[in-house]
């Protein structure tokens, strides 16, 4: 088994290399240059010399192979450099005061997703065609199917601006210092309800009708039947023979979304003002701020390939086929 | 996205953002500010919104709008500007400039300490001059510092300055914020000015508001500097939110969170004549126009042979309807532009030739230049080749794209056809821009309220990373731009660029379009408000709100 687990890891090895080594060419053969940003104000100029300058400093002067030998010698001493951007600020530092949000909003909002869409398509399977059926199926793909920005600022519109029940914008009310513990976490609360909300909403769907559908396959099986036979509730036979082979999965496709928790909703980001990981992805893009861009790649890609071979050792402990079968049938 | 449009004008805050002339306000009548009567009280928070993350606390070395914003309010320079945008001694007492333009001599005041309680000296204005010039220091503002000869402090007091040769706007260099050598000089002489932790969350300056806290794309706290030697400022704490989105900007105002729209830009024109008119909002805001410092132009790129000949130029000058431009894009609220100078300020000259909206002038122009429409398409073709350009404009930016049509439209009127070419600004600027590869391009310059144009006119500025990029070349502007740069006598600039203006008008380089309206909002219960041509936020440190109107305890 942990052999196994090795060979995976040392596998994921060149393939985070390959990741890495595409997209830093990919990134520095877009148009566009770090140094071209701030050249354009005819109060300041940039002399040639502090643009030549700033190129030494930052490699661009090199070879695309050599700039990538140099940008992977510092990461594997984990140094991910400082952003080109006019800040100059470590890359590790520009991503650390912004992942602990994104997660946070992230995980809230993917626990709610799966705690509203699991009893959704379990019920709509079991009743399927009835009324609840029909409602929730409307429900989840208007959800769907409205633009996120649309939602949020309706939402906005009615319960800020008319209502004034929930604060518009950002994390923290201007005077959050002042207030009481008690008060600055209900404070903090209440700014994250109006973003989680239209996140969830247009989130249902997906999960909803995967568990629908699974659940649909699982209760026409001959298990299913023998349950019933055996004269069990059906509280019982849906709840626990047939739920926990329907989950598997749904938990398929939560372990490939585990790496999109670091990743900002960029939109939702830029409407509620709440400083994450989208807002400084669309910012570093348009600033050719290489270093942040490729650091958050690696992160993504890193959990990306972590994410995937958890699922495969966890896949090698419930099924010892694939834990032995490497040169055979595969899964 | 809107910022990065902005960008597109990109200015020195310090100067550029306060800069305008006429005095309109449009206030909710019944309400309207009466400063005179009372007096000042001290207290409440001031809440205003940032529409992009600053880049760095130490303006100096930023060149972002943001950044500049925040950094105004921490630090000072030698000079400053007034309401009617004339220069007045800040950290200087007095100053004596010479007959000759090539010295300048300033007696500081005696009464200025930095953050830190450190007196402020001489030795601070040599240090940020030979930081400026430092080849390190990575400052896009060095062209003026690097004119100077020698800069002298016989003492403490004292700083006198000698430039090579005369330079016009020598006092507008000490407009630059001064820097604290005992906290900085370790930092410059390593070249790793950037990495101090005065750029980033510990900024010390001389300037009425410290810097108290800061969350990252959050927001950014000052509070009133009490010991500020022109009195401590009347508004106790002042907020800077960080809000990217402009319509949440406008939500959030709706809603009483902000106490003003952006102070630089403020609202859209749709905001400002259709969705502000309610009673509340009127209650809660006065709103404020003036024209804003900055103009937009339709540049031609006069290497290709299109443009070429002035009578094109000139007959698309004729083709575009200016009015119905301004009334389409920003609902009337802009001045239409004839020159790159704004109305009103001195160095603009109202009598240039004008060009009135005048297609059968145009088309007989185009004529004359050997364009004929000779095929059944409308198009008009000389030597077999039609007339047909590309029109390029950056990404988010809806104003630029809505210009774009209607020239477009305009255009093929006279028969003339346009695709437009809307690009993202990274891109745009450096693989179209500065490979000039465009035929025509919509953009924006924020001017100064130095009149010295060089860097965009003078033909000795075409290189890649030059601002001429339409590659203009005339030898008589050459000429007066050198001359005009060279004497400080007014007088005697006017009449260089009053020249200017005539000759750019006949070669019309650029269409210039308009000048457009700045449209800022402040909460009703601030006073002291008082736009000028030096913009609104010039008097920051005098604005108060009456005790009983004061909304937050900040002290």
Redesign the interface.
């Known amino acids: 088994m942990l052999l196994y687990a090795l060979r995976r890891l040392l596998l994921a090895l060149p393939l985070l290399i390959g990741i890495t080594f595409v997209s830093f060419a990919v990134i520095h053969l877009?148009?566009?240059?770090p140094t071209?940003?701030?050249?354009?104000?005819?109060?300041?100029?940039?002399?040639?010399?502090?643009?030549k300058?700033?190129r030494e400093q930052w490699d661009l002067d090199k070879p695309l192979h050599v700039q990538y030998w140099r940008w992977i010698k510092r990461l594997v001493q984990l140094d991910f450099g400082r952003s080109f951007?006019?800040?100059?600020?470590p890359v590790i530092q520009?991503i650390g005061?912004?992942l602990p949000v994104t997660l946070l909003l992230n995980l809230i909002e993917m626990i709610i997703i799966l705690l509203l869409a699991i009893p959704i398509g379990v019920l709509s399977a079991t009743r399927q065609y009835s009324l609840f059926d029909k409602v929730t199926s409307v429900f989840v793909f208007t959800g769907f199917a409205t633009p996120d920005f649309w939602l949020a600022?309706l939402f906005?519109?009615l319960f800020?601006?008319e209502l004034?029940w929930l604060?518009?914008?950002?994390?923290?009310h201007?005077?959050a210092?002042?207030f009481t513990w008690w008060r600055q976490q209900w404070d903090f609360l209440s700014h994250l309800v109006l973003p989680i909300s239209v996140v969830v909403f247009g989130g249902l769907a997906g999960f909803s009708r995967y568990m629908r559908q699974s659940m649909l396959e699982v209760v026409r099986q001959d298990y299913v039947q023998s349950a019933r036979a055996k004269g069990l509730s059906e509280r019982v036979v849906i709840g626990k023979h047939a739920l926990r082979n329907a989950l598997m999965p749904v938990v398929t496709i939560l372990g490939l979304s585990l790496p999109g928790l670091v990743g900002g909703s960029v939109i939702i980001e830029?409407?509620?003002?709440i400083?994450g990981m989208g807002?400084?992805m669309?910012?570093s893009a348009?600033?050719?701020d290489y270093p942040v861009i490729m650091g958050n790649l690696v992160i993504v890609a890193t959990l990306t390939l972590l994410a995937n071979l958890a699922a495969d050792i966890a896949y090698g402990v419930v099924d010892p086929r694939i834990r032995f079968g490497g040169r055979r049938a595969r899964r | 996205?809107r910022r990065?449009a902005g960008?597109?004008l990109?200015?020195?805050a310090l100067?550029?953002g306060c800069a305008a002339c006429a005095r309109e306000v449009d206030s909710a009548g019944d309400d309207a500010p009466r400063s005179a009567s009372e007096r000042p009280a001290d207290g409440d928070?001031f809440?205003r919104p940032l529409v992009g993350?600053?880049?760095?606390l130490i303006p100096n070395?930023?060149?972002?709008a943001h950044?500049h914003e925040v950094g105004s309010l921490i630090y000072d320079s030698l000079v400053t500007f007034n309401r009617d945008q004339r220069f007045i001694g800040q950290l200087a007492e007095s100053w004596v400039q010479s007959g000759d333009c090539r010295r300048l001599d300033f007696k500081l005041r005696r009464d200025v300490r930095w953050h830190d309680g450190r007196p402020f000296t001489a030795e601070d204005v040599a240090f940020t001059y030979r930081t400026m010039i430092d080849?390190?220091t990575?400052?896009?503002?060095?062209?003026d510092f690097e004119a100077i000869e020698r800069l002298e402090t016989p003492d403490p007091y004292t700083v006198s300055v000698t430039y090579t040769k005369p330079l016009a706007r020598s006092l507008m260099t000490w407009g630059m914020d001064m820097l604290p050598k005992h906290l900085l000089e370790g930092f410059v002489r390593a070249g790793k000015l950037?990495?101090a932790p005065q750029?980033?969350n510990q900024p010390v300056g001389t300037g009425p508001y410290k810097f108290a806290?800061m969350?990252?794309?959050?927001?950014i706290v000052l509070v009133a500097n009490k010991d500020y030697f022109e009195g401590r400022p009347h508004l106790s704490r002042v907020?800077f939110?960080?809000?990217?989105?402009q319509?949440?900007v406008f939500?959030?105002l709706?809603?009483k969170?902000l106490d003003s729209a952006s102070i630089l830009s403020g609202l859209t024109a749709l905001q400002f004549t259709r969705q502000t008119g309610y009673h509340a909002f009127r209650k809660a805001y006065h709103k404020y126009r003036y024209p804003s410092n900055s103009y937009t132009y339709l540049g031609f790129n006069l290497k290709r042979p299109f443009f070429a000949d002035r009578r094109v130029r000139q007959a698309i000058a004729h083709a575009i309807d200016k009015r119905e431009l301004i009334d389409g894009v920003v609902l009337g609220l802009a001045r239409e532009a004839t020159g790159p100078y704004k109305p009103g300020s001195w160095a603009y000259n109202p009598n240039v030739k004008a060009y009135p909206y005048d297609p059968p002038r145009a088309r007989a122009l185009l004529a004359e230049a050997g364009w004929k429409d000779t095929n059944d398409e409308g198009i008009l073709v000389r030597d077999g080749t039609p007339f047909a350009f590309e029109l390029y404009t950056n990404q988010g930016n809806d104003e630029r794209k809505k210009i774009a049509e209607i020239i477009q439209a305009d255009l093929r009127e006279v028969g003339i056809a346009v695709e437009i070419r809307v690009i993202?600004?990274?891109?745009f600027?450096?693989?179209y821009?500065?490979k000039r590869r465009f035929d025509a391009v919509i953009l924006g310059?924020?001017?100064?309220p130095d009149p010295d144009?060089f860097?965009?006119w003078h033909s000795s500025r075409m290189g890649p990373?030059d601002?001429n990029t339409v590659s203009y070349a005339n030898p008589e502007v050459d000429r007066l731009l050198e001359a005009g740069r060279q004497t400080c006598v007014q007088a005697e600039r006017k009449q260089y660029y009053d020249r200017i203006q005539e000759i750019l008008a006949e070669d019309q380089p650029y269409v210039f379009l308009y000048f457009r309206d700045a449209l800022p909002v402040i909460s009703s219960r601030v006073r002291g408000v008082a736009p000028g041509a030096a913009g609104i936020s010039y008097n920051f440190r005098e604005w108060w709100v009456p005790r009983p109107q004061q909304r937050?305890?900040a002290e």
Do not use: H
């Open positions: 877009a148009p566009g240059d071209a940003i701030a050249q354009t104000d005819p109060e300041g100029r940039w002399t040639p010399e502090l643009i300058m700033m951007s006019q800040d100059g600020r520009k005061e912004r600022q906005v519109l800020s601006v004034g604060p518009i914008s950002g994390l923290r201007v005077n210092e002042y830029w409407i509620f003002a400083p807002q400084l669309v910012q348009f600033e050719r | 996205m990065f960008r597109a990109a200015c020195l100067l550029a928070t809440i993350n600053i880049s760095g070395i930023t060149s972002d950044s080849p390190k990575p400052t896009s503002y060095k062209d950037r990495e750029n980033w806290s969350r990252p794309g959050e927001k907020v939110r960080v809000i990217p989105s319509s949440t939500l959030e709706k809603a969170g993202e600004w990274a891109s600027i450096k693989e821009v500065k310059w924020n001017i100064t144009q860097t965009i990373d601002l937050y305890t």
